[in-house]
């Protein structure tokens, strides 16, 4: 009986010690996969160029505010007739005219005699556009220049000022506010005057 026993307790033994062997051989279970990253959001495309139909706003627009980089003050933000929109926004970007443009004037340069009879500088820098957007509310502006930087400004226009101003071909009130930036300087609440040009 003890003997009967002891073996009985051994064969408990062997298989125990058989289970564990075989436990310690059975490789682990494989950690579940990781969900795959998620894609990296497209970029949102850049700007562009865009304009609202039948909206008007060609002209000058000057401002009394010391915007200036260097010897390089602003004349003036020029915008063109429709048409200008519409041949820029079809890709021929071959003028030195775009439909909206920052001019500076080179305040060392020579001093010269303007169509409109007014003295103006001969050092001047037109920048052209990267990308704009305008309609009847607001326009916005991105370019650069060599010399002067990345060139950006953001601005809300007083449609009835603007308005009176068209008809009267020019104005002394503001008819557009907002903020403009020329290389690391920040121009902010700056108007703009108005006047239709020749």
Not at 34 to 42: F, S
Not at 79 to 95: C, I, L, N, R
Not at 125 to 131: A, F, G, K, W
Not at 146 to 165: C, I, P, Q, W, Y
């Amino acid at each position: 009986m003890r003997i009967r026993g002891l073996a009985i307790g051994l064969s408990a033994v062997a298989l125990l010690a058989s289970a564990c062997n075989r436990k310690a051989e059975t490789p682990p279970a494989a950690a579940p996969a990781a969900p795959a990253p998620a894609a990296a959001p497209t970029p949102a495309p850049a700007a562009g160029f865009s304009h609202e139909a039948g909206f008007d706003a060609a002209g000058y627009y000057m401002t009394q505010a010391n915007v200036k980089v260097g010897t390089w003050r602003l004349a003036n933000m020029g915008v063109g007739a429709p048409s200008d929109f519409e041949t820029w926004e079809k890709g021929d970007h071959s003028s030195t005219f775009g439909p909206i443009l920052f001019e500076f004037e080179d305040q060392a340069s020579p001093a010269q005699t303007g169509e409109t009879g007014a003295e103006t500088r001969s050092g001047r820098i037109r920048v052209l556009p990267d990308s704009y957007a305008i309609d009847d509310q607001q326009v916005s502006f991105a370019g650069h220049d060599a010399k002067l930087g990345a060139v950006s400004f953001t601005g809300r226009f007083d449609k009835a000022a603007l308005a009176e101003a068209k008809v009267n071909s020019s104005s002394q009130m503001a008819v557009l506010t907002g903020t403009l930036k020329v290389g690391d300087k920040t121009y902010d609440r700056i108007s703009f005057t108005y006047f239709v040009g020749d």
